[in-house]
């Protein structure tokens, strides 16, 4: 069990992140919350590739609610926050926020799934990285 662990990491906002409005497409910001996760991981010494080969084992998003708030646009450098709620047997649960100079800009609440790397069937998340993603 976790108690609010935080992770940040800024994000600058690239022509190719917008559509045709000129705010940042949608989908984009699913991918600011990919990197930001494994930007997370780096940060407590778990490489994804080191943990599929050597582990194992996987984690990929099982659900994501995610809630649009205010329309990002050219240029502007967000901050991606990565809040760990609880690590269960085999599930993290995470809040992700994007914002810009501390106004919300979209929210999401991301179920990350720990598999085993061969089967794709879930997989307990071994002791040791559990222990890694608690101390943040």
């Known amino acids: ?69 205010k329309p990002a646009r050219f240029n502007d450098e967000l901050e991606v926050e990565t ?4 690590i269960g047997a085999s599930k993290v649960s995470l809040t992700q926020n994007i914002s810009k100079n501390s106004q919300l800009y979209t929210s999401a609440k991301v179920s990350i799934a720990c598999l085993h790397s061969d089967t794709f069937k879930p997989q307990r998340i071994p002791k040791l990285i559990k222990q890694q993603m608690e101390i943040l």
């Not at 084992?57 to 809630?67: G, N, S, Y």
Request: net charge positive; glycine share 2%.
């Open 83 to 86: 809040i760990v709620n609880k």
């Open 1 to 69: 069990m976790v108690s609010s662990l935080s992770f940040k990491w800024l994000v600058r906002i690239y022509f190719e992140d917008t559509d045709s409005g000129g705010v940042v497409y949608h989908a984009n910001y699913l991918k600011f919350m990919e990197r930001a996760r494994t930007e997370w991981l780096r940060s407590i010494k778990l490489d994804q590739a080191t943990l599929k080969k050597k582990d194992k084992i996987m984690f990929v998003v099982a659900k994501v609610d995610i809630d649009y708030k």
